[in-house]
């Protein structure tokens, strides 16, 4: 059985599927490589990735892409990732991620994606992306 995930809210563990799958992609989305000493070296975050990858497009999607398989696995049945990274041609410095990633828990299928903008390796804006792909 999927693990539940820990929470500082009120909300304490939780068990629901579509939550945990937010709140897991939220942290990684938020987490710092530099949070903690005690973990030093084993904190999962997007920040430390685009700022050591983020200048070379398909190093910083095979990474994404590890992230969250290994991170979002041991909570779901099932996950698959899908990343995808797209240069501004008029500015090198600017660089578009898309992160969709699909976890199935009890034969349920829930999706989420994020749309991740970056300007010379630092994270400038994400945007939540509905079932369509599209920006929501």
Request: hydrophobic letters at 35%; charged letters at 20%.
């Amino acid at each position: 059985m999927p693990a539940p995930v820990p929470s500082l809210s009120s909300s304490g563990w939780v068990t629901s599927p579509a939550e945990k799958a937010d709140l897991l992609f939220s942290y990684y989305l938020t987490s710092e490589d530099s949070q903690s000493l005690l973990y030093a070296g084993n904190i999962v975050s997007l920040p430390a990735q685009v700022q050591s990858a983020g200048h070379d497009a398909l190093e910083l999607r095979s990474r994404i892409r590890n992230d969250l398989q290994n991170y979002l696995s041991p909570y779901f049945e099932q996950v698959i990732v899908e990343v995808e990274t797209e240069e501004n041609p008029n500015d090198s410095g600017r660089l578009e991620i898309r992160v969709e990633c699909t976890v199935v828990d009890n034969a349920t299928t829930y999706s989420l994606g994020r749309l991740i903008s970056t300007v010379n390796s630092k994270i400038t804006n994400i945007i939540n992306l509905n079932n369509t792909g599209n920006r929501s």
